[in-house]
């Protein structure tokens, strides 16, 4: 993996710290943010870091918290410190006194159906409508649409094969009748104009060889957002949240949702019944059951 810039020089100790990352398969989101992180605190520690004590990474962290950056930061620098002293430099007790934050659970922003067909008629290419459709339509994560391949669209299972998902794990996904006729469409458009390899990225970037990036898809989610005039703070993964909670909405199981979703845990996917609408209005207060005497 190349993460750094062609004319960047690279240290041995920075070369090791990356093969141990890519020998123990850390997807390449997840590599740059420790390599950003390891790379942050070499310059405040203004020498090799594979030489700093534990005081040096408390100074670190206080400057750090100081800075005002926020609390996944926090957490994501703690954890790539961890692996770097652990692993690469083989001084675990150099981290031993590093904490996690805790991070608020925020309930995740949610769509309403209109205005989720708001924002997939607002994507100016078919191409950008059928993978804004792929994040609704089947819930899917950014990385997860990027890396869609063909002959991931199982037309006879009426699934979507998800290889090596979050987690590195394998799983297959919701493949509407609705999903897979706009799925053909745009493989008839990308055919046509030899955009599609065979058994290729469903989703190639400007060189086909290559899929389409996470980045450029979530920029494009932002800009028709933006031009579909929501003023939520609305991302990519908000059509997932949106997707859980129609779901639920529409009296589907939580446990089926959860494996839709491809999440370890239940209470994962049980933070969606907190922000289904239709769900809430459907229940009936306690206190509306009481027998009441007549006012005199």
């Known amino acids: 993996m190349n993460t750094q810039h062609a004319t960047e020089p690279i240290s041995p100790l920075r070369q090791r710290f990356i093969e141990d990352l890519e020998m123990r398969k850390y997807s390449l989101k997840t590599q740059i943010q420790y390599i950003r992180a390891i790379k942050r605190f070499a310059k405040f520690f203004g020498h090799s870091p594979h030489k700093a ?161 996470t980045r450029h898809l979530n920029r494009l989610c932002h800009e028709a957002v933006k031009k579909a005039g929501i003023s939520k703070p609305v991302s990519l993964h908000t059509l997932r949240h949106s997707f859980a909670t129609h779901l639920l909405e529409q009296g589907v199981d939580i446990r089926v949702i959860q494996v839709l979703l491809g999440h370890r845990k239940l209470e994962t996917t049980a933070r969606y019944t907190h922000v289904a609408g239709k769900i809430l209005k459907t229940a009936t207060s306690p206190l509306d059951l009481l027998t009441w005497q007549s006012e005199h």
Request: aromatic residues 6%; hydrophobic residues 40%; proline residues 6%.
């Open 53 to 213: 004590s534990e005081e040096d990474l408390r100074r670190f962290m206080l400057d750090l918290i100081h800075s005002g950056v926020g609390r996944p930061t926090i957490n994501i620098t703690i954890t790539a410190l961890r692996f770097f002293f652990s692993v690469t430099v083989n001084h675990p007790e150099v981290t031993r006194q590093l904490q996690h934050v805790s991070v608020p659970d925020k309930l995740p922003v949610v769509l309403s159906p209109d205005e989720v067909a708001a924002v997939i008629n607002a994507a100016v290419h078919f191409k950008h409508k059928a993978m804004l459709s792929v994040a609704y339509g089947a819930g899917l994560r950014a990385s997860e649409i990027c890396h869609l391949r063909i002959p991931d669209v199982d037309s006879q299972k009426m699934v979507l094969h998800v290889d090596q998902g979050k987690g590195r794990r394998d799983r297959q996904a919701m493949l509407s009748p609705n999903l897979l006729h706009i799925l053909r469409h745009w493989w008839c458009i990308g055919h046509r104009k030899g955009r599609l390899l065979k058994d290729g990225w469903l989703f190639p970037g400007q060189n086909i060889i290559n899929p389409m990036t």
